[in-house]
Structures are given as structure tokens and as C-alpha cells.
């Protein structure tokens, strides 16, 4: 009767194991992950025009079929200008208001948007424009601020963001995201 017991344990054992060792050699790898991140976006681009730099003076196409412009030299950031706004440039440490939605470029062509934007339930989400100081504001990426370098509030944009440069929760996930936002104005 024992030998039973302890054969089914052993049994019970070497499969538990064997899960575990097959579970472990399915991961992938950091650096794998940051490849089929660069994948994903590649195959997102390859769709869309990309422009090789920013345009002199800020003078952005718009619209639809405007070009992605790149926002740093390795490549983490895209952004495409749906609308120029007509508010002013964002001062530091202002609050800025976003309403935005986004999409997980892995599963592109897939589109499976969430967000603030279409839920007036979920409010407005806000930072305070270059403050790394603070939590509320670090914790949507350095990304989701990048455009206001360029662009006046009320503008609206699309926004290629890979992970390290996305929210801090998710950074380790290694997934690029395609965000639509509008930045709205706050007070100084």
C-alpha cells in the first residue's frame, strides 16, 4: 500500500516538474521580447507613412493620412498629428488633461481599443508637464508627454509608443501600444 502511495507521488512529482520545465522554456527571453516588439511596430509602419524626421519649424502634415514623425533617434516614439491645437504651448508643471485611447500593436491589425476617450464614465486622466517627480505624472510614461514638446494644448495626435517609454506598470510586459490623444488645458 505504500509503495502505491509513494508511486503515485513520484509520479504526481516528475510530472510537476516536467510542467515546470516546459513552462520555462516557452518564456522568452528580455531580449526576444524587445525583437518582436520591433517587429510589431515594423509591421505597423510598413502601413503608414513614415516621415525620417521632423518637419523644420513644426510645420506637421495632418489628418488621417499624415506621417508618422519620429520623436527619438532609436525609434520608440512615433507620432502622427491629427489636429493642431489652438491653446497655447504647455508650461512645466502645468496639469495637462488627456482623453486617449489605445491599442496593443502586437495584435495589429487587430484594433482593440480602451480608454478614457470613449467612456466619459472614466474622466479625464492628467499629469503635470515635465514633473518627474511625482507619481501621478511618471506613472503614464515619459511617451504620453512627448508630443507637448512640440505641439500647443487642444492638439490631437496618434502616438507610437514602445514599452520603455509607456506606462511603469507595464514596462516590464514589453508591449508597444498605439495611442489616439487630445491634451487639454489645465491650470499653471
Known amino acids: 500500500m505504500k509503495n502505491k502511495y509513494i508511486s503515485r507521488f513520484l509520479a504526481v512529482a516528475l510530472m510537476a516538474v516536467c510542467a515546470t520545465i516546459q513552462s520555462c522554456s516557452d518564456k522568452k527571453s528580455y531580449a526576444e521580447l524587445l525583437q518582436d516588439e520591433n517587429k510589431a511596430v515594423n509591421v505597423f509602419l510598413a502601413d503608414h507613412r513614415v516621415a525620417e524626421a521632423l518637419p523644420e519649424g513644426n510645420k506637421f502634415e495632418t489628418g488621417d493620412n499624415a506621417p508618422y514623425y519620429p520623436l527619438d533617434d532609436e525609434g520608440n516614439l512615433y507620432m502622427q498629428v491629427i489636429e493642431v491645437g489652438d491653446g497655447p504651448m504647455a508650461q512645466d508643471d502645468q496639469i495637462v ?37 511625482l507619481q501621478s505624472s511618471v506613472q503614464w510614461g515619459s511617451g504620453v508627454q512627448a508630443p507637448l514638446e512640440y505641439l500647443p494644448l487642444n492638439s490631437q495626435v496618434r502616438l507610437v509608443v514602445k514599452s520603455q517609454y509607456g506606462w511603469t506598470s507595464e514596462i516590464a510586459y514589453v508591449i508597444p501600444f498605439l495611442y489616439e490623444i487630445r491634451y487639454l488645458p489645465g491650470k499653471i
Do not use: A, C, H, V
Request: charged content about 25%.
Open 97 to 133: 488633461y488627456f482623453r486617449f485611447r489605445r491599442t496593443n500593436l502586437s495584435l495589429y491589425p487587430i484594433m482593440s481599443w480602451d480608454g478614457n476617450s470613449d467612456n466619459i464614465e472614466l474622466g479625464d486622466q492628467s499629469f503635470r508637464y515635465k514633473n518627474t517627480s
